[in-house]
């Protein structure tokens, strides 16, 4: 007699393939929602004062360098129409979203491949050599995703040099930056001030979990690209209830310091879970998630999701991203239970 199948009603579906910060989204922002709805009927202030100043101490940099978006994207496609690149250069895998909106500008991507022997540590001197004198434009993510490794400040210091060397302008997205140990250290924010050729995109979606408020910010140092920007950017193109939230957000010290400590604790924790299988290869992650090789020949990214899915446990397949395969998945960390049961779920197929 066949056992009843497991029904995914059993389960609460926890989005595993998200990578979100699981604290959720902060007290600060629902309550600063809550108390200011009424702003909704006013055009939001198109100076930005108190949001621009909060992001400027947040990241400790001064207000002239601070640029605002509605995310990632948006100020990708912002940097893409104002330089126009003839030729970019991306790596993989990686956010194949960076090779969509460039060849939105006609630009030709070129891809510098992360291997899988190197454990996807990027190998700063062979990726310099690969430069070219006709590139304009380099889009590298640190930490990386899918990958989860980061590149050391020292590294993005000879990137940055060797893209101003050649004319190329560096956009680093750290999206990912504040899930990293010690962030602090190694974020490119530190170059900016030394680099014109540089800006430092951030995102506040994954690590405050508010990917529905649609924020993003830049930080760079070059005033001819900043007098330009402040021309063609549309001057309330940040909702005002969004603004007073992010403003309030990034001063929300509780709980950024207790994310920190909830994610660190997490990731060692389930890394050191799943380590001793030996049917599996686990990438050591940096950020708030981990690439998984299957090393199993019956075994796919398919039939581990499937079997996941049943408990409620939404991983990502990896099948579809350059330079990986089915045979690779991702997972973010969340909250302790729901952790533990992952792994196990994980461990009974693979």
């Known amino acids: 007699m066949n056992a009843t199948p497991l029904r995914i009603e059993q389960y609460a579906t926890v989005l595993f393939n998200a990578n979100l910060n699981p604290r959720g989204i902060p007290d600060s922002v629902k309550m600063s929602i809550k108390d200011n709805i009424d702003t909704i009927s006013k055009y939001p202030d198109i100076y930005y004062s108190k949001l621009k100043t909060a992001v400027a101490e947040y990241v400790g940099e001064p207000l002239d360098n601070i640029v605002l978006g509605n995310g990632s994207t948006d100020l990708l496609k912002l940097f893409g129409a104002l330089l126009t690149p003839k030729k970019a250069m991306i790596v993989y895998p990686g956010p194949m979203e960076y090779a969509r909106i460039l060849s939105a500008y006609n630009s030709e991507v070129l891809f510098y491949e992360l291997k899988d022997e190197n454990e996807f540590v990027l190998d700063i001197n062979d990726f310099i050599t690969n430069l070219t004198d006709d590139m304009d434009m380099v889009i590298i993510s640190n930490p990386n995703n899918p990958t989860s490794k980061k590149i050391s400040l020292e590294d993005m210091k000879t990137l940055a040099e060797a893209c101003k060397e050649k004319k190329i302008f560096l956009i680093v997205d750290e999206m990912y930056i504040e899930f990293v140990e010690n962030y602090k250290t190694i974020t490119a924010v530190q170059l900016v001030n030394d680099y014109d050729n540089l800006a430092v995109m951030r ?62 604790t997490e990731r060692s924790l389930v890394y050191l879970a799943m380590s001793t299988c ?10 708030n998630f981990m690439l998984v090789k299957l090393l199993k020949d019956d075994i796919t990214s398919a039939d581990v999701a499937t079997h996941c899915s049943q408990r409620g446990i939404i991983i990502r397949k990896c099948d579809d991203i350059k330079g990986l395969s089915n045979k690779y998945i991702r997972f973010c960390f969340m909250n302790p239970k729901q952790n533990d049961l992952m792994v196990n779920t994980i461990l009974e197929i693979v």
């Open 203 to 264: 995102s506040v979606s994954k690590f405050f979990s508010v990917p529905g408020l649609r924020f993003g910010y830049a930080i760079m140092n070059n005033p001819e690209l900043k007098e330009i920007i402040e021309k063609i950017i549309t001057k309330n193109n940040i909702a005002s209830l969004t603004a007073i939230a992010i403003t309030n957000m990034l001063k929300d010290t509780e709980y950024i310091n207790e994310s920190i400590s909830t994610i660190h």
């Open 278 to 287: 030996r049917t599996i290869h686990l990438f050591k992650p940096d950020a």
